[in-house]
């Protein structure tokens, strides 16, 4: 007989070899591909007392023979969750390379990093067609996702490559490394404590049921505490030197999407204040496809910002007491908004197999400087038109754009706009700092 579980029992331990069919078994039609060798093949870490399974830590456990096994019933549970998570390949996240990467301390350290491990394998000769032809012993998962399969790779400028994954396995990887890094913290605690009380040599262990003995212990059950404003009003520039703050920002979740565990701190790059900690993946999600120094194009996840999830974006932007105050956005997003919203009626459609679709890709120039408003004007563009066309749709000044927004703002979030306005202008800085423009696409300068 092989080594997959019996069909039934669901309460006892399996061997890491069955654990890795019966994962791949029952993943077998989720959105999110998986692979094989989530607990025996590299990067998994099994003997060392856990594994990661999408953004779960499985607790690992060494019988009395010697074997180490892990619970069918965990297998089964991060199965059924993977399975249940939708997946929008066309929703993409940018993961790399970028030209500086945030350092970790050394509790902030994880066996996964996740980013680290995809960039040093691409950055190889031929990296990509390895990953892609899946070489033995080659660390192709993580945490039990096959990431090949999902892996989209651009050109820029004719040489520049950027890589980028569906921002739903973005998710996961940030859940997973977060936990983990929970799981080692928990880990050494119990460690210190059990070194204080016990001889060393005679290490804890605890038996099961059977009498099988273990050196697992039980992950943390505490999730990522609700962030309620504790860094409102604080400049990104005092509190990003501040010794602590990596971890002090891990222990919340994400202020946006508020379902990941936060990972960076999100500032308003035009006035300089704390926004709210969130995960990796809502902190790229506001970015559009391409950032210029005065030209940007507008991403269709603008789509999500700007409609369904219009209200917690919106509250978002506004902790910023700045924005908040003028009420208005960061020049970016305001142009953004401007070409997506207030220029809808003005954008040609065409023919479609399913109707008509939105003309080409929407683009908006601007030429003065939101601190002068008088002399900043918008220019929203079609590209890319199917016809051929490469057309302006109108000329907008930066004043009347930012009224166009307000009116909007007091229709779409009526709370958010309440809570915004000339009055509340206490200790803003005299002279909001400029627009720093971003060529090189790089880091997030104008957000």
């Not at 579980?5 to 998986?34: F, K």
């Not at 199965?79 to 509790?107: C, H, K, T, Y």
């Not at 605890?206 to 990522?224: C, H, M, V």
């Not at 030429?367 to 890319?384: E, H, K, M």
């Amino acid at each position: 007989m092989s080594e997959r579980a019996m069909p039934g029992r669901t309460d006892g331990l399996i061997s890491l070899g069955a654990a890795d069919a019966l994962w791949v078994d029952l993943t077998a039609d989720s959105a999110v591909p998986t692979a094989p060798g989530a607990f025996t093949c590299s990067p998994a870490q099994a003997r060392v007392g856990y594994a990661l399974l999408g953004g779960h830590v499985v607790a690992t456990v060494r019988t009395s023979s010697g074997q180490w096994s892990v619970p069918e019933a965990e297998v089964r549970r991060a199965a059924a969750e993977l399975n249940a998570v939708g997946m929008d390949r066309r929703d993409l996240v940018r993961i790399g390379p970028f030209r500086e990467v945030p350092r970790q301390g050394r509790d902030e350290e994880t066996q996964l990093r996740w980013r680290r491990r995809i960039a040093g394998e691409l950055r190889e000769p031929s990296g990509l067609e390895r990953a892609a032809r899946g070489e033995v012993g080659r660390p192709y998962h993580l945490a039990g996702i096959d990431w090949r399969q999902m892996l989209v790779e651009r050109i820029r400028d004719g040489t520049r490559r950027t890589w980028w994954l569906p921002r739903a396995v973005v998710r996961l990887l940030d859940a997973a490394e977060h936990n983990e890094t929970r799981w080692v913290e928990a880990a050494r605690a119990h460690q210190a404590g059990a070194a204080a009380t016990e001889p060393p040599s005679r290490p804890r262990q605890a038996g099961d049921a059977d009498g099988r003995q273990t050196t697992s212990i039980e992950g943390p059950t505490a999730s990522p505490r609700l962030y309620n404003g504790e860094l409102e009003g604080q400049l990104y520039s005092v509190l990003s030197r501040k010794p602590g703050t990596p971890r002090r920002v891990a222990g919340w979740g994400c202020a946006v999407c508020r379902t990941a565990p936060a990972a960076v701190l999100d500032h308003c790059h035009e006035h300089g204040y704390v926004r709210a900690p969130v995960c990796q993946s809502c902190n790229t999600q506001e970015r559009p496809d391409h950032l210029y120094s005065n030209d940007i194009r507008v991403a269709n996840r603008y789509t999500r910002l700007f409609h369904t999830d219009a209200d917690d974006w919106l509250r978002h932007w506004h902790r910023c007491p700045g924005c908040r105050a003028r009420t208005t956005l960061p020049l970016p997003h305001l142009a953004a908004w401007t070409a997506h919203i207030a220029c809808r009626s003005l954008r040609p459609t065409h023919r479609a197999p399913g109707g008509r679709e939105p003309c080409g890709v929407l683009r908006v120039s601007w030429t003065g400087s939101q601190n002068a408003p008088r002399s900043c004007l918008l220019t929203v563009a079609v590209d890319f038109c199917p016809s051929g066309e490469h057309r302006v749709l109108a000329r907008i000044p930066y004043r009347e754009a930012a009224e166009r927004f307000g009116v909007w703002l007091a229709e779409t979030a009526p709370a958010v706009a309440a809570a915004a306005g000339p009055d509340r202008l206490d200790g803003l800085p005299a002279q909001p700092r400029p627009v720093i423009a971003d060529v090189s696409g790089e880091g997030l300068a104008l957000f």
